[in-house]
């Protein structure tokens, strides 16, 4: 059973810091992403990556605050710098087997960790 486990959530004061890691149980995946979900919304993409060749997309709310990285193929995180109260919402890793989708839709990706939970208070 293919899995992703995130973990690095938590509570930070706005302007403050936090990195998300996600440790994924196969490394054939051609694009990993990082989502987060708002009350009666759909995920919305933060960040993405492209496994093979490195090519990153982000969401412009957090260009130049955000940095999505990966360590093989199996392991992606997410700094997040200058955190603002609305980047609040529950955080979730995803990755797929199709690089054809846009990165940062939710409907191009079909495997999902369970979430972590972020926080920011002004």
């Known amino acids: 059973q293919v899995r992703l486990v995130e973990s690095g959530g938590g509570s930070v004061r706005a302007g403050g810091s936090l990195r998300l890691s996600c440790v994924a149980s196969r490394s054939n995946f051609l694009k990993m992403a990082w989502f987060r979900q708002f009350p009666g919304k759909d995920p919305e993409g933060v960040a993405a990556v492209y496994v093979r060749g490195g090519e990153k997309r982000y969401v412009d709310s957090v260009k130049g605050r955000f940095t999505i990285s990966q360590e093989g193929a199996n392991n992606l995180y997410l700094q997040m710098n200058s955190l603002k109260v609305e980047d609040s919402a529950m955080y979730y890793c995803?990755?797929?087997?199709?690089?054809?989708?846009?990165?940062?839709?939710?409907?191009?990706?079909?495997?999902w960790g369970q979430g972590t939970q972020v926080t920011v208070s002004s």
């Open positions: 995803a990755a797929s087997l199709d690089s054809a989708a846009w990165p940062l839709s939710h409907e191009g990706y079909n495997v």
